[in-house]
T-cell receptor, first 116, second 110 residues
Framework: DTGVSQDPRHKITKRGQNVTFRCDPISEHNRLYWYRQTLGQGPEFLTYFQNEAQLEKSRLLSDRFSAERPKGSFSTLEIQRTEQGDSAMYLC??????????????FGPGTRLTVT | QKEVEQNSGPLSVPEGAIASLNCTYSDRGSQSFFWYRQYSGKSPELIMSIYSNGDKEDGRFTAQLNKASQYVSLLIRDSQPSDSATYLCAVNSPGNQFYFGTGTSLTVIP
């Protein structure tokens, strides 16, 4: 069994360009989360899916950010018109929803975005 | 007020000692609590989860939860140099948004 995978691992882009990241969760996990982490900070929640439905989206999330999980398996996160402030590590996590409230999340290796 | 607060440290303990990491949270409706370990340049790794008041032990790690005080802690017994990392506290709030603290940097001195 493989863990959560993310692609690409690193992305350098110029300001104003669009970028898309992909996350493949652990196979049996039905919940998928996106986070952003900058240096010295904890991961910041962006959005999450249960199967293909996007159930929560951070009120801090700019309209330039959009996420999809079309078939309830992999997910993509797109950032349009990137800004230098978008430079961060983008983390994906997945969990198996169950009757218990635990919802343990397992993280992928992350995609490091640098906007020049 | 931040949803989750941790002392940023750094916290230094000698090898073999007990490291104590603390976290407070603001939303009384929070149900689940997690500790993650993050090595520099790596993604967070789940160590412990807890949702009932009291202690939960797993090997050298013990998580403690006090919902009345809105406090959760992590004890690491017999600390090893390989435990040197940043420890993140995470809380599952109502609505299933997860909030992380900024992390406590731990250094175990050989």
């Amino acid at each position: 069994d493989t863990g959560v995978s993310q692609d690409p691992r690193h992305k350098i882009t110029k300001r104003g360009q669009n970028v898309t990241f992909r996350c493949d969760p652990i196979s049996e996990h039905n919940r998928l989360y996106w986070y952003r982490q900058t240096l010295g900070q904890g991961p910041e929640f962006l959005t999450y899916f249960q199967n293909e439905a996007q159930l929560e989206k951070s009120r801090l999330l700019s309209d330039r950010f959009s996420a999809e999980r079309p078939k309830g398996s992999f997910s993509t996160l797109e950032i349009q018109r990137t800004e230098q402030g978008d430079s961060a590590m983008y983390l994906c996590a997945s969990s198996l929803n169950s009757a218990r409230p635990l919802d343990e999340q397992y993280f992928g290796p992350g995609t490091r975005l640098t906007v020049t | 007020q931040k949803e989750v607060e941790q002392n940023s440290g750094p916290l230094s303990v000698p090898e073999g000692a007990i490291a104590s990491l603390n976290c407070t949270y603001s939303d009384r409706g929070s149900q689940s609590f997690f500790w993650y370990r993050q090595y520099s340049g790596k993604s967070p790794e789940l160590i412990m989860s807890i949702y009932s008041n009291g202690d939960k032990e797993d090997g050298r790690f013990t998580a403690q939860l006090n919902k009345a005080s809105q406090y959760v802690s992590l004890l690491i017994r017999d600390s090893q140099p390989s435990d040197s990392a940043t420890y993140l506290c995470a809380v599952n709030s109502p609505g299933n948004q997860f909030y992380f603290g900024t992390g406590t940097s731990l250094t175990v001195i050989p």
